[in-house]
């Protein structure tokens, strides 16, 4: 195999482990040279349920895109989410030292909006500032080099629980990687998919994945709000199967092929044929029903992204709408219920095209893998080696904070 220096993204989703290999060209940029898609067994709702298996479809994957790449890996980063996923804002104020901010007033105000009561089973994944204020002067991005006494932060915490962060960091280790970088799965996806005039404008990101809803809600170029609701594709699935008591990988197919979320977008009369449970005979079931069952769950899901909405954001600060990602964007007529329930524009979202084997990427499931692959290629050699030392030490807590030094390094 070939010696080269390679960025690798894995997302472990419910329904899929998806590696994506990358490696930067003469001309610095990324091109994706190896994939690996396998189906994920051992998650449930964007958690570890079971480690062994999760293990497996880990490496199986990995296997794939290093086989595909004729590169060997060792360094990945991974995305989490999940229902134990709690996010909020919160700030913090110093007093600048010098005259002029200094990176260190920066580090200072960031630890002091970083000092809130937790409990010790939850840990801090990401800090993300969203504007500073030197004295009276607000919304500014880079205090560094400004004069002033008074240093505020107003930033966007994203926790979760210690015990499941560590479940899939040593499903990840014994799958014989080191996870560098844990990246929440929208703000992954949001790299992959949002362009920075949109997270300027406004805009809100949905993951519709397999076990999970992904939101990130972007405005003036920060990230104002994120969230997981645990209601994804495999609901519709089972809402399909338990309804016309078919298996779920009838369910899964029929949804695939024939759903949609909108009745009337389907032919009302039309008749379709539904394998039953093992041992009984194909039978003719109505497409209305099939709809009806889709749109009721799609419904349910926007109607809870629209509560979201409404408690964390007015329409006028996300002009730039609502784009949908993920596997379960891919359901006929959601983006026209999405418009009818959310009252905002929709559009549906693919991962930005590298180079190398974009093609085959470009389908809005990839868009946590692509973000991933993309956040791994945001860590400098510097802090590469740096995390990775860290990665070692059992301390998690250490291994996070560190991470933030990192979201500081990329805004400065
Ligand atoms: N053409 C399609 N029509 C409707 N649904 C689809 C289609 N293609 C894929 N899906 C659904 O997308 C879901 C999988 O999406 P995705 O690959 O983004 O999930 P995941 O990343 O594995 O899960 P999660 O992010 O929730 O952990 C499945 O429920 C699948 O049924
Ligand atoms: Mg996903």
């Known amino acids: 195999m070939i010696e080269r220096e390679v960025k690798v993204g894995l997302d472990i989703g419910t329904t899929k482990v998806?590696?994506?290999?990358?490696?930067?060209?003469?001309?610095?940029?990324?091109?994706?040279?190896?994939?690996?898609?396998?189906?994920?067994?051992?998650?449930?709702?964007?958690?570890?349920?079971?480690?062994?298996?999760?293990?497996?479809?880990?490496?199986?994957?990995?296997?794939?895109?290093?086989?595909?790449?004729?590169?060997?890996?060792?360094?990945?980063?991974?995305?989490?989410?999940?229902?134990?996923?709690?996010?909020?804002?919160?700030?913090?104020v110093v007093a600048v030292r010098g005259e002029e901010v200094t990176l260190e007033d920066v580090h200072r105000v960031v630890e002091a909006a970083?000092?809130?009561?937790?409990?010790?089973?939850?840990?801090?994944?990401?800090?993300?500032?969203?504007?500073?204020?030197?004295?009276?002067?607000?919304?500014?991005?880079?205090?560094?080099?400004?004069?002033?006494?008074?240093?505020?932060?107003?930033?966007?915490?994203?926790?979760?629980?210690?015990?499941?962060?560590?479940?899939?960091?040593?499903?990840?280790?014994?799958?014989?990687?080191?996870?560098?970088?844990?990246?929440?799965?929208?703000?992954?996806?949001?790299?992959?998919?949002?362009?920075?005039?949109?997270k300027e404008l406004g805009v809100v990101l949905v993951d519709i994945g397999g076990g999970t809803t992904d939101v990130a809600i972007w405005s003036n170029g920060c990230l104002l709000h994120s969230q997981i609701i645990p209601v994804g594709g495999q609901h519709f699935t089972n809402d399909l199967s338990v309804a016309l008591k078919i298996s779920h990988i009838e369910a899964e197919r029929i949804k695939t092929e024939l759903g949609c979320v909108i009745p009337e977008k389907t032919n009302q009369s039309k008749l379709i044929q539904?394998?039953?449970?093992?041992?009984?005979?194909?039978?003719?079931?109505?497409?209305?029903?099939?709809?009806?069952?889709?749109e009721a769950r799609a419904e349910e899901l926007l109607r809870t992204i629209k509560e979201i909405l409404d408690e964390k954001v007015s329409e006028h600060e996300i002009a730039g709408g609502i784009i949908f990602t993920g596997g379960g964007s891919l359901i006929k007529g959601i983006v026209e219920l999405g418009e009818y329930v959310l009252e905002i524009p929709v559009k549906i979202g693919h991962p930005k095209s590298l180079g190398g084997m974009t093609n085959i990427m470009q389908s809005p499931k990839y868009s946590t893998a692509i973000g991933l692959l993309l956040e791994s290629h945001k860590l400098s050699k510097a802090n590469v080696e740096k995390d990775n030392s860290l990665v070692k030490q059992s301390d998690i807590i250490a291994r996070l904070s560190n991470s933030m030094k990192n979201v500081l390094k990329e805004i400065f």
């Open 114 to 198: 970083k000092a809130v009561v937790m409990p010790s089973d939850r840990e801090i994944i990401h800090v993300i500032p969203q504007e500073f204020k030197v004295d009276n002067s607000k919304g500014i991005k880079n205090p560094i080099g400004m004069f002033g006494v008074r240093l505020e932060v107003k930033v966007h915490i994203v926790t979760g629980a210690v015990s499941l962060i560590q479940n899939l960091v040593k499903c990840v280790e014994e799958s014989g990687v080191i996870p560098i970088k844990i990246v929440l799965q929208p703000i992954a996806s949001s790299e992959s998919v949002l362009s920075e005039e949109e």
């Open 274 to 294: 539904a394998q039953g449970i093992v041992g009984t005979k194909p039978r003719d079931v109505p497409l209305k029903i099939v709809t009806k069952v889709l």
């Open 18 to 92: 998806c590696t994506v290999i990358g490696f930067q060209n003469d001309n610095s940029e990324l091109e994706i040279i190896g994939v690996g898609s396998h189906p994920s067994q051992g998650l449930k709702k964007g958690a570890v349920v079971n480690i062994d298996q999760t293990i497996v479809s880990i490496q199986k994957s990995l296997e794939q895109a290093k086989l595909m790449a004729g590169v060997e890996i060792d360094q990945v980063s991974v995305g989490v989410a999940g229902n134990h996923i709690y996010s909020f804002n919160s700030s913090g």
